[in-house]
């Protein structure tokens, strides 16, 4: 007992050295800027950027549409430029999903040495800077681009097809931005699949669908909340892919965060925003956390019953 | 006697060791915009004075004051558009220079004495000015342009191939010109006015956007809402490019150079003013931003493709038509959220 004490207060002695540096790394690069934010969003907007020392609670009131007095009206502008994003971002996660579903299974079943080529190449874009690799799409979804000459060579349209800047262009390059990230944790639980289970399931005389429905998509589910977290968060608070190949004239929360510090100079409300988008990113988290939780919980329960 | 030379060479190399640094104390620091100046010109000043001149350079006024205001030191020179530098004087940032009472004062226009709180020019010197226009494609559009209204009648027949500024108070701005509206108006029945012209053209817009010039010239975009330095390109390729100042009127910026009250070198940043009153340094740095000009002798030292051009140097009814942007205080709000109703919509 006495030195199963000992172990332990070493090995709690270890995780504590291990975890000091990370913990204060995280403190003053992430925990402080947002104590900033947060003590911001609920202070006045300085007349020329920054903040006034006073509070003001109207940030707050300002996104659900309160008028604020001077002419305004109740409006619920800034709702709905919130419900957009979450819009482009679902059909990200989508979308996404669509594309790397299919293929984790054809990678997974790949020989070893082509299965290190393709997961070679699907991080390999993360070598590139963002901003490049996103004017690299304007530069192919252009009227002039790549696409549009290629498809007019071929003799396929006549005209050039008005791809860049529009909500198209943005998905495209939403989904090209955040496909890794989805892929990855899908991959992983493909890879852990326990086939035999699958063999079981179709000896039993499951029709194709059966199995799917009954044994696969129980056993990779977890990859793919993972996956469409990952790829959600990031979706909601992009402003480049939008103001970048949307030509501007599809808003999402980041942009308009980024307005209100850059043009608009109201960085109270520019705080005020993110710690928005931030709390529903929390909300996300927390209910993916628990859903694993109880997951996990109902595996060992099963488990518990067959022994 | 070889290392008597020797020593001689050594001595004369730790001399001029020495005195390497005690030369190159001379320094000056310039905080401007991103392209905002000739680098032909600060080599010049460099060589000329012995100076040592660093140049960082800002995207927006408000980057810029944020920085100042938050106690960046160093600075000696700064370039705020005329509404900046008004309150930057009120804000106490910037130094008296006296630089009006400097030679080669008198030939800058006093048209372009636009500061309100410093209408002499003791503060700070106007630098550049410049109209916003429509640069465009002639080959692609087919046509010519001569007012707003030919770009939207253009764009409401060829959707998609023409792109507005993402910058809120220069596209509402159109808005406000073409319902006969000051730019700077704060009634938000005026600005709802703008908001709804806008709107109206949305569909036909490719795109808010500031880099343009690499689609004008490519042929993708037909015409754009763009500065005058677009004149640039039109002056490689006058065939196949444009720019016009639109009959209705249009928006125009200017720049004055202010020296900061943390200058560290003021000497140098006195000279590095005077430097640039002198004309023929005016023109140089103006042939290579293709803006406006405001000293009056180096606009006859202009080339002249730009002395001779209408957008560079507009006679006197069309500069007439031109409205700068005032600060508008906490007004600005009314533009933002009419800025963030045309994005959603």
């Known amino acids: 007992m006495a030195e199963g004490g000992t172990i332990s207060s070493q090995r709690r002695k270890a995780l504590f050295v291990l975890l000091t540096p990370i913990t204060l790394l995280l403190g003053a690069f992430f925990l402080i800027p947002l104590g900033i934010m947060v003590v911001y969003s609920f202070l006045e907007p300085g007349l020329y950027g920054g903040v006034v020392w006073s509070f003001y609670p109207y940030n707050y009131g300002r996104i659900f549409g309160w008028p604020l007095g001077g002419g305004e009206e109740f409006e619920p502008l800034y709702i709905q430029i919130i419900l957009n994003s979450l819009y482009y971002a679902a059909l990200t996660v989508i979308v996404t999903l669509v594309v790397c579903y299919p293929v984790a299974f054809w990678v997974s079943r790949m020989g070893p040495m082509a299965k290190n080529i393709v997961l070679f190449a699907i991080t390999l874009p993360f070598f590139a800077n963002l901003l490049v690799r996103i004017y690299a799409w304007l530069l192919l979804l252009r009227p002039t681009g790549a696409v549009n000459t290629a498809l007019m060579s071929l003799g396929l349209i006549d005209q050039p097809l008005n791809m860049i800047f529009t909500e198209f262009a943005v998905i495209v390059g939403l989904v090209y931005v955040l496909t890794p990230f989805m892929f990855l944790p899908i991959y992983a639980s493909v890879e852990r699949l326990d086939w035999s289970l699958v063999q079981a399931s179709q000896d039993l005389g499951a029709t194709p669908f059966q199995t799917f429905r009954r044994v696969i998509l129980p056993l990779t589910a977890p990859g793919i909340a993972g996956g469409c977290v990952i790829v959600f968060i990031p979706a909601l608070g992009n402003f480049i892919v939008p103001s970048f190949l949307g030509g501007s004239k599809v808003q999402m929360t980041g942009n308009v965060i980024e307005r209100q510090f850059l043009q608009a100079r109201n960085w109270p409300f520019g705080s005020t925003l993110a710690m928005i988008v931030m709390a529903s990113v929390l909300l996300l988290v927390l209910a993916y956390t628990l859903w694993m939780r109880r997951a996990a919980n109902n595996e060992r329960l099963a488990g518990a019953g067959h022994v | ?345």
Request: hydrophobic share 40%.
């Open chain 2, 1 to 345: 006697m070889k290392w008597l030379k020797n020593i001689a060479l050594t001595g004369a190399a730790l001399m001029a060791l020495a005195a390497g640094p005690a030369q190159a104390a001379g320094e000056l620091h310039l905080y401007n915009w991103g392209d905002y100046i000739n680098p032909e010109i600060i080599d010049k000043f460099s060589r000329e004075y012995d100076v040592k001149v660093s140049l960082d350079t800002y995207s927006t006024n408000e980057e810029m004051l944020a920085k100042i205001q938050a106690g960046a030191t160093g600075y000696d020179l700064v370039w705020p558009s005329v509404h900046m530098a008004d309150i930057m004087v009120q804000l106490g940032l910037v130094e008296e220079s006296k630089i009006n009472q400097s030679k080669g004062f008198e030939n800058i226009d006093p048209g372009a004495l636009r500061a309100k709180q410093d209408p002499k020019a003791d503060f700070c010197l106007p630098y550049a000015w410049g109209p916003v226009g429509i640069f465009y494609n002639k080959t692609v559009a087919g046509q010519d342009f001569k007012s707003w209204k030919d770009l939207f009648d253009y764009a409401a027949k060829n959707p998609g191939r023409v792109t507005l500024l993402d910058d809120l108070r220069e596209t509402l701005g159109i808005g406000l010109i073409m319902n006969g509206k000051s730019v700077n108006t704060r009634d938000p029945a005026d600005i709802k006015l703008a908001e709804e012209f806008i709107l109206k053209q949305k569909p036909n817009i490719a795109a808010f956007r500031y880099d343009v010039i690499p689609l004008i010239e490519g042929g993708d975009m037909a015409a754009s809402h763009y500065y005058v330095g677009g004149v640039l390109y039109v002056n490689k390729r006058p065939n196949d490019l444009g720019f016009v100042i639109p009959e209705e009127g249009a928006t125009m910026y200017q720049e004055n150079v202010c020296m900061l009250k943390t200058a560290p070198n003021k000497d140098n940043a006195k000279l590095f003013m005077e430097f640039l009153l002198r004309p023929e340094i005016a023109a140089q740095n103006s042939t290579m931003l293709t803006n406006g000009v405001v000293n009056k002798a180096a606009l006859e030292l202009l080339p002249p493709e730009l002395k001779n051009n209408p957008a560079i140097n507009p006679p006197p009814e069309v500069r007439a038509k031109l409205q700068i942007f005032e600060d508008l205080g906490a007004d600005l709000k009314v533009y933002d959220r009419a800025w963030s109703r045309i994005k959603a919509n």
